[in-house]
């Protein structure tokens, strides 16, 4: 039995698809059949259908040519690049008994040449002496957005092939002219088939340096330095993918607001005022969401918003070791916290005394914990430690792009300009009027201040850089 029921090539124009595309097909038994999702034609430009199958059919069931594809006689496939149907990328992806060839070019030289491409109009050439070619100028900013795209797609099919468990048949554009590389590729794919030459139709174009390629050879050179090509400037992040935190939800008894809460942030405060839009307790908020339910409410409250709110890093782990750590009671860590003070030299009491009731635990000994917490901080988000990284502590960042999984915030919110911020919510949804905010929305605000200085603020920075990245946080005072 054959281990594939048909093949996609992932590729992207200009990366030498259509010589490879050649190539198999001089093989027995195998058959690439063009771009077969190419969202304005289907195989190949101004050709009817593909295995009997019009455009306007495969629009309307992608799946249904797969099949034709894998029911063909022999072995067939198709070149799929990142702009076509992203319907089959999901079939095919997941697919084990796809085989995935990933056709790979310097994606300068691919720029260069589908720019050189657009402006002459030749896309193939198989007469030398029709070959057409002209000066482009290079835009480094273009190119950043293509290289992106190109990188984003190549990371989606290494990542998916990954996780279940698939691996792939590389190809880079060099490749393409050794015949024993088109052999172990066809070797590969299972079929019983051999060539002892290249296909000699298809002609290398724009063959001249690069130099000679582009107009502006030197500022492309100098818009390429200026590229961080190993992403050497990144803040890493090494934190858990987080789902959507879904039954954490507060909705608005009757207002069409919906509050996404970060487990150490401002809401208490903010379950107060959301009460108090509709004049009600915070008994009478909705929680408890599924994603059915949610989805529910979503339908049902047309012009809602959805808002988040994000606290200063250095508020956000102070809080943290407030409520899990430091304090002994629901909702406190208690475990974890005889981990810390074991391993990571947190010094806390055991039994969760409070700084202001505790002589020998005092705001000294609180900053030298809360300065070992913030250490420990640093290397678990690193994934340099053997304790969970929890919704507590874990980047604000990280827990929004979970929940933007299900749905993206409306509003994300500062804790320092919480007035204001809710002000524009409620204008949003018709309100001229809306509730008072306190002054102070953090409850540990005097604890916090008595032991904040430039190394605590350094500690945290070290700490949470993405959220300082992300969301533009300076120096706490």
Same mark, same amino acid.
């Given at each position: 039995?054959?281990?594939?029921?048909?093949?996609?090539?992932?590729?992207?124009?200009?990366?030498?698809?259509?010589?490879?595309?050649?190539?198999?097909?001089?093989?027995?038994?195998?058959?690439?059949?063009?771009?077969?999702?190419?969202?304005?034609?289907?195989?190949?430009?101004?050709?009817?259908?593909?295995?009997?199958?019009?455009?306007?059919?495969?629009?309307?069931?992608?799946?249904?040519?797969?099949?034709?594809?894998?029911?063909?006689?022999?072995?067939?496939?198709?070149?799929?690049?990142?702009?076509?149907?992203?319907?089959?990328?999901?079939?095919?992806?997941?697919?084990?008994?796809?085989?995935?060839?990933?056709?790979?070019?310097?994606?300068?030289?691919?720029?260069?040449?589908?720019?050189?491409?657009?402006?002459?109009?030749?896309?193939?050439?198989?007469?030398?002496?029709?070959?057409?070619?002209?000066?482009?100028?290079?835009?480094?900013?273009?190119?950043?957005?293509?290289?992106?795209?190109?990188?984003?797609?190549?990371?989606?099919?290494?990542?998916?092939?990954?996780?279940?468990?698939?691996?792939?048949?590389?190809?880079?554009?060099?490749?393409?002219?050794?015949?024993?590389?088109?052999?172990?590729?066809?070797?590969?794919?299972?079929?019983?088939?051999?060539?002892?030459?290249?296909?000699?139709?298809?002609?290398?174009?724009?063959?001249?340096?690069?130099?000679?390629?582009?107009?502006?050879?030197?500022?492309?050179?100098?818009?390429?330095?200026?590229?961080?090509?190993?992403?050497?400037?990144?803040?890493?992040?090494?934190?858990?993918?987080?789902?959507?935190?879904?039954?954490?939800?507060?909705?608005?008894?009757?207002?069409?607001?919906?509050?996404?809460?970060?487990?150490?942030?401002?809401?208490?405060?903010?379950?107060?005022?959301?009460?108090?839009?509709?004049?009600?307790?915070?008994?009478?908020?909705?929680?408890?969401?599924?994603?059915?339910?949610?989805?529910?409410?979503?339908?049902?409250?047309?012009?809602?918003?959805?808002?988040?709110?994000?606290?200063?890093?250095?508020?956000?782990?102070?809080?943290?070791?407030?409520?899990?750590?430091?304090?002994?009671?629901?909702?406190?860590?208690?475990?974890?916290?005889?981990?810390?003070?074991?391993?990571?030299?947190?010094?806390?009491?055991?039994?969760?005394?409070?700084?202001?009731?505790?002589?020998?635990?005092?705001?000294?000994?609180?900053?030298?914990?809360?300065?070992?917490?913030?250490?420990?901080?640093?290397?678990?988000?690193?994934?340099?430690?053997?304790?969970?990284?929890?919704?507590?502590?874990?980047?604000?960042?990280?827990?929004?792009?979970?929940?933007? %999984?299900?749905?993206? #915030?409306? !509003?994300? /919110?500062?804790? @320092?300009?919480?007035?204001?911020?809710? $002000? &524009?919510? +409620?204008?949003?949804?018709?309100?001229?009027?809306?509730?008072?905010?306190?002054?102070?929305? %953090?409850?540990?605000? #005097?604890? !916090?201040? /008595?032991?904040? @200085?430039?190394?605590?603020?350094?500690? $945290? &920075?070290? +700490?949470?850089?993405?959220?300082?990245?992300?969301?533009?946080?300076?120096?706490?005072?």
């Amino acid at each position: 039995m054959s281990k594939f029921d048909y093949f996609v090539v992932f590729a992207e124009m200009r990366t030498g698809s259509n010589f490879l595309e050649a190539n198999l097909n001089m093989f027995d038994g195998v058959a690439c059949l063009g771009e077969a999702f190419n969202p304005h034609f289907i195989g190949f430009p101004n050709t009817p259908d593909l295995l009997g199958m019009t455009q306007a059919d495969r629009e309307s069931d992608p799946q249904a040519l797969i099949d034709r594809v894998k029911q063909a006689e022999g072995l067939n496939g198709f070149r799929f690049f990142n702009d076509h149907d992203s319907r089959v990328l999901d079939i095919a992806l997941t697919d084990p008994r796809c085989a995935k060839i990933v056709l790979t070019r310097n994606p300068v030289d691919s720029f260069v040449s589908w720019k050189i491409a657009s402006a002459t109009g030749q896309w193939k050439l198989t007469n030398v002496t029709h070959a057409k070619t002209q000066q482009v100028n290079f835009d480094g900013v273009e190119f950043e957005t293509h290289l992106a795209a190109l990188q984003a797609f190549q990371t989606r099919i290494l990542n998916t092939l990954q996780r279940s468990g698939q691996t792939a048949f590389y190809v880079a554009y060099e490749d393409l002219q050794d015949v024993e590389v088109m052999n172990g590729l066809v070797r590969w794919l299972g079929v019983d088939s051999h060539i002892t030459s290249l296909n000699k139709t298809l002609k290398k174009q724009n063959p001249d340096p690069m130099a000679d390629k582009v107009a502006n050879f030197a500022q492309m050179e100098t818009a390429l330095a200026r590229m961080d090509r190993f992403n050497l400037t990144r803040t890493p992040n090494f934190e858990p993918r987080r789902g959507p935190m879904i039954p954490t939800y507060i909705a608005a008894p009757h207002s069409p607001l919906l509050y996404m809460p970060l487990k150490s942030g401002p809401n208490a405060v903010v379950q107060d005022w959301l009460a108090a839009v509709d004049e009600a307790t915070v008994q009478d908020l909705k929680t408890g969401f599924s994603q059915k339910s949610l989805r529910d409410w979503l339908r049902a409250h047309p012009g809602h918003r959805k808002f988040s709110v994000v606290r200063h890093p250095v508020i956000w782990a102070h809080t943290a070791f407030c409520e899990r750590i430091v304090a002994n009671g629901p909702g406190s860590f208690a475990e974890i916290r005889a981990t810390l003070r074991k391993v990571h030299g947190v010094d806390v009491p055991d039994g969760g005394a409070m700084p202001e009731t505790d002589v020998v635990y005092n705001m000294q000994a609180h900053r030298k914990a809360f300065l070992a917490f913030l250490k420990f901080l640093r290397n678990n988000l690193s994934a340099q430690t053997a304790i969970r990284t929890d919704a507590a502590w874990a980047s604000q960042q990280s827990l929004l792009q979970g929940m933007a %999984d299900f749905g993206v #915030a409306d !509003l994300i /919110a500062r804790e @320092d300009s919480l007035r204001a911020d809710m $002000a &524009r919510l +409620a204008g949003q949804i018709g309100r001229t009027s809306m509730p008072d905010l306190p002054e102070q929305t %953090d409850p540990y605000a #005097a604890r !916090l201040a /008595a032991i904040y @200085d430039d190394v605590v603020e350094a500690a $945290a &920075r070290d +700490a949470y850089g993405r959220d300082y990245e992300a969301f533009g946080f300076g120096a706490l005072r």
